[in-house]
């Protein structure tokens, strides 16, 4: 099993060939390691969105819940996004440990499965790569989800018809129209435990207020594991805490955009310009001389996959000045999110120097001793 593990990774580098830093694996080589040993599919969305469809024995890690702070804003462990004793026991519990091949998913966009890739990275573990194109390219890949997906619209269709003739008075169209309906969903329902992409949750009680999320005992398993972080392997190469980014700040301030220095913030403008304010953070606006670089334009929407191409990000980036001589600190909200997709970005282009601020706007904003600018 090592050795197919072992080849299956060999071929997925062989496909990203390309990138400079290999951190994606092709829903090709993905679909084969679904339910092996030693390989766990982590989910990066909410808890609502893995419920309603996710990869058969996966768990959910929401990448939104992996950056602990208090209501202020303050991180016990910074820049690490959680403390090392925490972080152990929660992926531990999530059926992982360190030699477990970790691969990070969500419905195809990239923030939430790059903000898994961090929290990993940052933790030293080797084997986390993030699935290109996430849920959507999986669904295309299985079979069965294509015949369900055709009977889905033909009994839309149905429905709709069988509607219209019972308001029409036409009610030997009626009956026949809504017994060919039941007979689709018979078939849908006899599909329904055959898909890769399986709905369903399971909350496991972890203390302290912490919970897994896992699927359900039907689709497998999962028994917690010995997960263990050294300090000596921690990745600070991924991760930055707020005196670095404000130091950043300072010699920016001085020198403009001969500074050695990028900050990018990748919200929503309206998050930038202060309008919106999420989660308890007391300020709005932005981290000044932060160069606006909003995470949608790293997702290639129209195949659905989670990165754009290569030519056309490494084009993006010096556009904005943001060029591989530079230290690149990016940020959102939380970190684990918008911000770890375009340091991923980055670094899949292989620039040496990024890294996500961890705390973001929710612990930027709410120091009352750090500058903001709207």
Wanted: hydrophobic share 35%.
């Amino acid at each position: 099993m090592k050795r197919l593990l072992q080849a299956a990774l060999v071929l997925a580098l062989m496909a990203g060939g390309a990138y400079a830093e290999q951190l994606l694996i092709t829903a090709q080589e993905a679909y084969k390691l679904i339910g092996k040993p030693g390989v766990m599919f982590v989910s990066g969305d909410s808890e609502t969105a893995f419920e309603n469809g996710h990869i058969r024995g996966s768990v959910n890690m929401y990448a939104h819940h992996l950056h602990r702070s208090d209501i202020m804003g303050r991180m016990e462990c910074a820049p690490l996004f959680m403390c090392p004793k925490e972080a152990e026991h929660y992926i531990g519990a999530h059926g992982i440990d360190n030699e477990t091949m970790v691969i990070a998913y969500d419905n195809f966009r990239g923030p939430n499965a790059t903000g898994v890739l961090a929290y990993f990275k940052s933790y030293g573990h080797k084997k986390v790569y993030v699935l290109d194109g996430g849920v959507e390219q999986i669904k295309r890949l299985d079979p069965n989800q294509r015949k369900y997906d055709e009977l889905k619209a033909k009994a839309r269709q149905l429905k709709k018809a069988y509607k219209k003739a019972k308001k029409e008075g036409n009610l030997e169209e009626y009956k026949r129209l809504k017994a060919e309906y039941k007979k689709i969903k018979a078939a849908m329902k006899e599909l329904e435990p055959k898909l890769i992409i399986q709905k369903g949750i399971r909350k496991v009680d972890l203390g302290n207020g912490h919970y897994a999320y896992l699927c359900p005992e039907s689709e497998r398993k999962i028994e917690p594991k010995h997960y263990h972080i050294d300090p000596k392997h921690i990745d600070y190469s991924w991760i930055a805490g707020k005196d670095e980014v404000y130091a950043a700040v300072q010699d920016r301030l001085k020198n403009g955009d001969k500074s050695k220095y990028v900050i990018i913030d990748t919200r929503s403008m309206i998050e930038i310009i202060g309008e919106r304010k999420m989660d308890n953070v007391a300020r709005g606006g932005h981290i000044p001389t932060s160069k606006f670089i909003e995470w949608k334009h790293i997702t290639d929407f129209e195949n659905k996959k989670s990165f754009r191409d290569l030519k056309e990000l490494k084009q993006l980036f010096e556009r904005h000045g943001v060029t591989k001589d530079k230290t690149i600190y990016a940020y959102c909200q939380v970190g684990t999110g918008r911000g770890s997709d375009i340091v991923t970005a980055l670094k899949l282009l292989g620039y040496p120097n990024a890294k996500v601020y961890s705390g973001s706007w929710d612990e930027w904003g709410n120091d009352m001793n750090l500058p903001i600018r709207r």
